[in-house]
């Protein structure tokens, strides 16, 4: 089973400019959450998407971030300008039904982003 | 508003040490608690899910509890190899909150 996929894997970008990263989760799974994840400490949660519709993107910083999911399937995050502070890991995960039902998360191996 | 913490913070042990990573979380209703790794570079490999009605789950060498009403999980990794350095984080899947992570504990399992 192939795991969750993600792109670019690095990515430097100075500030002001703009990044897109994409991600394909696991086949047939219906959640798809992007993490921003800093050095040093856990995971933070920037949106969820049950298929194609955004259950929580209570986190997000909407003046700058923006993420879809088109067709329930893959999902693009953008930064846009990005600023000094989102240098980070971007860690798309997928689970098979919304988390609360017992099911794993699985995590991509994430995209590195850093704004110089 | 759940928060979870993780001591310590950074833990070196000779190889062959049994060790215990402690996980707390101020919210006890939880759905369920899961422990992650991560390997420098790497995504977060699921190690152990525990339903919140169960009090432990084990897996190889690992062995995660959890005790709901004082807000606390562990994971026991025992005879410790230089294979299992890396970061281990806890998760609480909260009700509607989705899941909360720990800061982590990064292991240094020395030869």
């Known amino acids: 089973e192939a795991g969750v996929a993600q792109s670019p894997r690095y990515k430097i970008i100075e500030k002001r400019q703009s990044v897109a990263f994409w991600c394909n989760p696991i086949?047939?799974?219906?959640?798809l959450y992007w993490y921003q994840q800093i050095l040093g400490q856990g995971p933070k949660l920037l949106i969820q998407f049950q298929n194609n519709g955004v259950v929580d993107d209570s986190q997000l910083p909407k003046d700058r971030f923006s993420a879809e999911r088109l067709k329930g399937v893959d999902s693009t995050l953008k930064i846009q300008p990005a600023k000094l502070e989102d240098s980070a890991v971007y860690l798309c995960?997928?689970?098979?039904?919304?988390?609360?039902?017992?099911?794993?998360?699985?995590f991509g191996e994430g995209s590195w982003l850093t704004v110089v | 508003k759940q928060e979870v913490t993780q001591i310590p913070a950074a833990l070196s042990v000779p190889e062959g040490e049994n060790l215990v990573l402690n996980c707390s979380f101020t919210?006890?209703?939880?759905?369920?608690l899961q422990w992650f790794r991560q390997d420098p570079g790497k995504g977060l490999t699921s190690l152990l899910l525990?339903?919140?009605?169960?009090r432990e789950q084990t897996s190889g060498r690992l062995n995660a509890s959890l005790d709901k009403s004082s807000g606390r999980s562990t994971l026991y990794i025992a005879a410790s190899q230089p294979g299992d350095s890396a970061t281990y984080l806890c998760?609480?899947?909260?009700?509607?909150?989705?899941?909360?992570f720990g800061p982590g504990t990064r292991l240094s399992v020395l030869p």
């Open positions: 998760a609480v899947d909260n009700y509607g909150q989705n899941f909360v």
């Open positions: 525990i339903q919140s009605s169960q």
């Open positions: 086949s047939g799974h219906a959640t």
């Open positions: 919210d006890s209703a939880i759905y369920n």
């Open positions: 995960a997928s689970s098979l039904e919304v988390i609360g039902s017992g099911n794993t998360i699985y």
